[in-house]
Each structure stands twice: as structure tokens, then as C-alpha cells.
């Protein structure tokens, strides 16, 4: 965080889930007995301005698995990142469903390729149960105003909660659309997820600490076992004859 306040060629993201949200939320037993919707928060803290982002959607409209993290952090780093950035450094926990996997990395990879300013993207994991980040932070401060709302019935309401549950600096709350979420189906299938690096070496997606990714290298994933180690280069290129595969986000489609 300190790096991002300090160089402006350096921005620091933390991003994580917040827990669901039901539709709608009244004080009433009966609405265990039945279907409810649930409201999903993807939140963006950054570390330059410290700034708190929440990237709302409701299920139905996308999931809350890989592809819609890589999504609004897409969206995100698109619309929202400082035009002098050129090394972006990611925090987040290690699920693995969400964070640690081929997908996340190649839909971020698909946007660095393309990105006006940015050059190098690195992805550090937190330990499981020794991580703090200050999206749990601003999670908190949702919930204390939560508690403060009998009922709740639309989407909206809880944007409005999220926008003034903190005076100072308040939360940006974004509405996600559908158009918003991608797939990474068209990616995976231009690349071969290989299971050893160049050195030949197993792949552990599991045990990864962190991974990194360059512009000028498209077909190239840097990761790390132990944070004490070098990076292993693991190539990612497939090898089809009469035509050259790409990982770019022009080839993406809505999920």
C-alpha cells in the first residue's frame, strides 16, 4: 500500500467477496421457508487514495466464481486505474475457486495485453486464516449499518446502504450490468494449461503464493511456490498449425 502512495507508476489493489446478501431482508422467520435472492459484493480497496470500490450484482444475472471476479476487476482496472500506472500489484485471499486459477490469471493476462499504460501485473495470496485485508474493513462497516435496516427489498437499497454507511470518504458503489460479466472460455481454449513449467517442474495452482504476469509476454505465467524462491516460468502457448492463438480481451464474449 505504502509503494502505491509513494510511486505513481505503482498501484496496489486489494479485492475480495463479501459474504451474500439476501432479497429481501426482513425481520420475519418466514423468509427462511422460502427462495431468496442473493445480492453479490465484489469490493476494490485502493491502496494509492484508499479508496473503497463495491461492484454490486444480483444472482441471476452472474455467478460470484472466477470469471465474475476477473470481470469487475477488468471493468475496474479499465475504467478506473491512474493513467500512470504501469505495474499493478493484486492482494487477495487464496480461494481457489475465485482467485488462485488459469481462469482469473488468463482474463487479467487478455487485459494487460491490451492495456494503453500498464506492463506487469503481479497477484500475491494471502495466507488462509492469517489475512486481513481492508476489504474486511469496509465489510465491517456495511454490516454495522445493516443491522441498523429492518427491511430491505431491492438491489437498490442496498447500494444506498453501502453509499452512506461511511460519512468520510465514502464507498463508490457500482452497479454491475450483464454485459459487464466475460467469459474466459475463448481464452483457455488459445492456450494449453500445462502442468509442469519450462524447467519441468509440477504446476501447483493449490500452493501458489504468487503469480505474475508481463505484457511483452503473452504466453508466459510467472509463479511462485514459496516467496523465498525465484519465479517458474510456465509457457502456456499452444502450437496450432496454420493459424497463431492470441490472448487478448477483444476475443472475449459475455458469460
Not at 486464516?129 to 443491522?147: Q, R, T, V
Not at 510467472?222 to 476475443?251: A, H, P, S, W
Request: hydrophobic share 35%.
Amino acid at each position: 500500500m505504502k509503494l502505491a502512495k509513494d510511486d505513481p507508476s505503482v498501484e496496489t489493489l486489494t479485492f475480495d467477496l463479501e459474504k451474500t446478501l439476501p432479497l429481501p431482508r426482513i425481520p420475519t422467520n418466514i423468509v427462511f421457508y422460502k427462495r431468496q435472492l442473493w445480492v453479490y459484493n465484489l469490493g476494490i480497496h485502493t491502496g494509492s487514495n484508499d479508496e473503497a470500490h463495491c461492484n454490486v450484482w444480483v444472482e441471476g444475472e452472474a455467478g460470484r466464481d472466477a470469471q465474475e471476479v476477473g470481470s469487475c476487476l477488468i471493468k475496474h482496472i479499465t475504467e478506473r486505474l491512474d493513467g500512470n500506472v504501469k505495474h499493478l500489484i493484486l492482494w487477495c485471499d487464496s480461494c481457489g475457486g475465485q482467485n488462485r486459477n488459469i481462469k482469473l490469471t488468463l482474463m487479467l493476462k487478455a487485459m494487460l495485453n491490451e492495456h494503453p499504460t500498464l506492463d506487469q501485473i503481479n497477484i500475491k495470496f494471502l495466507e488462509s486464516g492469517h489475512s486481513f485485508l481492508p476489504n474486511d474493513s469496509d465489510f465491517g462497516k456495511i454490516e454495522c449499518a445493516l443491522k441498523l435496516q429492518q427491511r430491505l427489498y431491492t438491489p437498490d437499497d442496498y447500494i444506498h446502504v453501502m453509499k452512506t454507511c461511511k460519512k468520510t470518504k465514502p464507498k463508490h458503489v457500482h452497479r454491475m450490468k450483464n454485459a459487464d460479466f466475460l467469459s474466459s472460455l475463448k481464452l483457455e481454449r488459445n492456450i494449453v494449461n500445462r502442468k509442469k513449467t519450462i524447467d519441468g517442474e509440477k504446476v501447483s495452482w493449490l500452493n501458489t503464493k504468487e503469480i505474475m504476469i508481463k505484457k511483452d509476454e503473452m504466453f508466459k505465467i510467472y509463479m511462485k511456490t514459496n516467496l523465498d524462491e525465484d519465479f517458474k516460468v510456465v509457457n502456456i502457448k499452444k502450437n496450432v498449425r496454420g493459424r497463431q492463438c492470441f490472448v487478448t480481451k477483444e476475443i472475449m464474449e459475455p458469460l
